[in-house]
């Protein structure tokens, strides 16, 4: 297994796997872009083909192809290891017969179940009446109920626990980690029984779990809808139903239409709207806003509740907002939900979804709605909501734009509302989520000086590090033992190779220098006379921190001669000294920061 995850490793290329997820650009030798880990302008992210690695300077996410899968795709690595395989067209060797991981045997056990009440549903007598109800009282089509694989629990167990256990051979303990049943003494419960089934997967096409509807003729006092627990597969706040249907579509369009459940979903789908999903709830989560925000940059919110009144939602959209996600809301205009208006009045939904208000300009509207802006108490409640909500915006030009909406609404002094703004800033420490990362903000400048020098020179002519006017420039440990390994390298390689020397490296090293490598802005690498300007200013500004350094060192050196009274050596340290005050005194340091490394 060893051996075909190295020839795995070999023949993937991690820009493809990287670029079909996210837009890379070419940056010189390597591609860059907005990090998908964090929520960033300027990008930060850096892929180098040579080297089969990404960086984040941002966020610091870092590793190669199967990494990026664990992290972006939410796979553990026989996922990643399988899905590499097959994109290459390599058969995996079985490690053990009948071995699979955990998350796989969950998986067959959805699987199963999913193919059980699937059955029932559309093709047993015990599912008859569930399924015309689905038709007839809730329009929908049976090519629909295929698609979405819709089922029916019945309200005996003991065909459940006849189907897994008995004949699929499933052990009991499986059944209940994977959140279908409970295990009671010697008896399995069907957690879904005597409901409608709807299967949830996740966005790669997995059944990772389980929704259930109560039917209108069930009389036991139980809520509408229950969910699979939280499990090893199946965690509420990462979820999105649909989406592994409607992911193209929402593409495509460039939008997403947020919904709050499953029949929402499915009537919007069914009506021509498909670039759909639901939330399971009225709140977006920020698992859910990343995960969506790689398909489109834009969402349309068409939920039941008032999300002006509801913190959690709010938070949903401050976060979606200041990710740089343009988020509406609408507000249907003669149904209670999507799943009503999309089977009604479809034009009218429509309608709706486009002329969704910004969610800003919807809270505040909301807000404004509930209380009476002409009275001192009404105005009380107005900025008690609203001054949470505008504080929470993180774009400072929008957040002034909706005070000064607020304080012409209230005819009150925009002084009043950004004082309030910034009372309740220093009130409530509002958490850093999907936040830009400064590149580099922990590193000393001479550090990053000579990690700019070798980036390069070895993106470029690395036999620049055989000059010693070049190398003794190199003075912190790891750059130095990097160095080192380039002049062994050199003596037993004629021609340099950036990747061959890469793997030659240990993974601290390695580490490092990939860092140093994809780090470097190589867009000027390409201009000569730039690239020797740069390259010069460099070489310039870490030859005066060379001189600072031995001028500091030689300072002690005369303070400590002075106290002994040796003056023979005091002079001769006093004239070094001089010296290199004189060649310090050529340079002239206000131009000389490297183009990458100019301050502000």
Excluded at 227 to 254: D, F, M, Q
Excluded at 343 to 356: C, F, P, S, T
Excluded at 438 to 446: F, L, N, P, T, V
């Amino acid at each position: 297994m060893d051996n075909q995850v190295a020839e795995i490793k070999s023949k993937i290329d991690i820009v493809s796997i990287i670029g079909e997820r996210i837009d890379l650009k070419k940056a010189g030798r390597n591609y860059k872009a907005n990090c998908p880990f964090h929520g960033e302008k300027t990008p930060s992210f850096m892929v180098s083909p040579e080297l089969q690695i990404f960086k984040c300077f941002g966020c610091s996410e870092s590793g190669d192809a199967f990494s990026f899968l664990e992290k972006y795709e939410g796979m553990d690595f026989p996922e990643a290891l399988k899905y590499l395989a097959d994109k290459i067209g390599i058969k995996l060797q079985k490690t053990g017969i009948g071995q699979s991981t955990d998350r796989e045997r969950l998986i067959e056990v959805n699987s199963q179940a999913l193919r059980f009440y699937n059955y029932l549903l559309l093709e047993h007598p015990v599912g008859k009446k569930a399924l015309e109800y689905l038709v007839h009282d809730r329009g929908l089509k049976p090519d629909t109920i295929k698609e979405f694989q819709l089922g029916f629990s019945p309200e005996n167990s003991y065909s459940l626990k006849k189907f897994l256990i008995d004949k699929k051979k499933f052990l009991p303990s499986d059944i209940e980690r994977a959140g279908i049943g409970l295990i009671r003494g010697s008896n399995i419960y069907d957690r879904f029984n005597g409901r409608i089934t709807f299967p949830l997967f996740d966005h790669r096409g997995n059944p990772i779990g389980f929704a259930g509807r109560i039917l209108p003729w069930d009389k036991r006092e139980t809520g509408k809808y229950i969910n699979s627990p939280e499990t090893p597969l199946y965690h509420k706040s990462s979820v999105l139903y649909a989406l592994n249907l409607t992911r193209g579509w929402i593409k495509k369009k460039k939008v997403a239409i947020i919904v709050e459940g499953e029949l929402d979903a499915i009537s919007s789908y069914q009506a021509g709207i498909k670039n759909v999903v639901a939330i399971k709830g009225s709140a977006l989560t920020e698992e859910q806003i990343r995960l969506l925000s790689r398909f489109a940059p834009k969402f349309i919110l068409a939920l039941d509740a008032d999300m002006a009144g509801d913190a959690a939602s709010r938070r949903g959209l401050t976060i979606a907002g200041n990710a740089g996600i343009e988020v509406k809301i609408a507000k249907l205009s003669n149904f209670k939900d999507p799943d009503e208006a999309a089977r009604h009045d479809l034009a009218g939904y429509k309608k709706d979804l486009i002329e969704a208000e910004g969610s800003w300009d919807y809270l505040i509207n909301s807000v404004f709605s509930r209380f009476n802006s002409s009275t001192g108490s009404g105005k009380a409640k107005i900025s008690k909501e609203l001054i949470p909500i505008l504080s929470e915006i993180g774009d400072r030009i929008v957040q002034a734009h909706y005070a000064n909406v607020i304080a012409r609404r209230l005819d009150v002094p925009l002084m009043a509302v950004t004082d309030e703004v910034d009372k309740n800033k220093k009130a409530v420490a509002l958490p850093k989520i999907l936040t830009e990362s400064e590149i580099g903000s922990d590193k000393d400048r001479k550090v990053l000086l000579e990690e700019r020098l070798l980036a390069m020179g070895f993106q470029t002519d690395p036999k620049i590090f055989l000059s010693e006017s070049v190398s003794k420039l190199i003075s912190t440990p790891l750059n130095i033992r990097i160095l080192e390994e380039y002049m062994k390298f050199s003596s037993l390689n004629k021609d340099f190779d950036l990747s061959v020397f890469a793997s030659s490296l240990s993974k601290e090293l390695f580490d490092g220098f990939a860092q140093m490598v994809l780090g470097g802005n190589e867009e000027e690498f390409f201009d000569p006379d730039l690239f020797k300007k740069e390259f010069d200013l460099v070489q310039k500004e870490l030859k005066i921190f060379s001189i600072k350094d031995n001028l500091k060192f030689l300072a002690s050196e005369m303070r400590n001669l002075e106290k002994d009274g040796d003056k023979d050596k005091l002079f001769k340290v006093q004239n070094e000294f001089g010296k290199l005050a004189e060649q310090l005194s050529g340079y002239t340091e206000a131009d000389g920061g490297g183009i990458i490394l100019k301050e502000p």
